[in-house]
């Protein structure tokens, strides 16, 4: 747990002290696409851990008497919405 508290520690204040150290200065490239490429790996496991909520959700009875049969167009509904 010690290990898992300090290597943490060091990968979310390693931006901060890059910045205000001149040793550690990472190019603006670099930390423009680990910025990004986080911020993707972020969204997706959001997606991920919501996708069979999402299914349930319209695949329910209450919907399918509102809007009919779409229950076979749930995986292209996610698909079409996803980022």
Known sequence: MLAILVVSL????????????????????????????GTGVIL???????????FTALLHKSVEEKYGKIGKWTGLIMYVLSP
């Open 44 to 54: 997706a496991t959001a997606f991920i851990h919501l996708l069979p909520d999402s």
């Open 10 to 37: 060091v990968a979310v204040s390693f931006p901060a002290i890059s910045n205000s150290t001149k040793a550690l200065k990472v190019p603006n490239a670099l930390f423009f696409v680990g910025k990004h490429f």
